[in-house]
Nanobody
Framework: QVQLVESGGGLVQAGDSLRLSCAAS????????MGWFRQAPGKERELVAH???????YYVDSIKGRFTISRDNAKNTVYLQLNSLQPDDTAIYYC????????????WGQGTQVTVSS
């Protein structure tokens, strides 16, 4: 069982930056593949970025060059650095964990709200 708690969201202006954190419980965090998702009002949840248990990263095209995912296994934490934020980035951001060899994200946090004003 893994519990995830996100933090770091807030209300910012276009062009500002935020760093989201996701703290995980459990002693096997380093073995999990981690993802950041977001869901905007009236839209489906989408994968934003992913980092594997060996540090390989993936980004959706819409945020490439602006967002950076990273992890600190010693702190059981995964981060999402959000730069050059735009109003279209407004959403609830969720982190999720996927066990080794699994194809689905099994564990989810409660989400943190990011609101970007123009």
């Amino acid at each position: 069982q893994v519990q995830l708690v996100e933090s770091g969201g807030g209300l910012v202006q276009a062009g500002d930056s935020l760093r989201l954190s996701c703290a995980a419980s459990g002693r096997t965090f380093s073995s999990y593949n981690m993802g950041w998702f977001r869901q905007a009002p009236g839209k489906e949840r989408e994968l934003v970025a992913h980092i594997s248990n060996v540090g390989i990263t993936y980004y959706v095209d819409s945020i490439k060059g602006r967002f950076t995912i990273s992890r600190d296994n010693a702190k059981n934490t995964v981060y999402l650095q959000l730069n050059s934020l735009q109003p279209d980035d407004t959403a609830i951001y969720y982190c999720a964990a996927r066990g080794p060899g699994k194809t689905r994200y099994d564990y989810w946090g409660q989400g943190t709200q990011v609101t970007v004003s123009s």
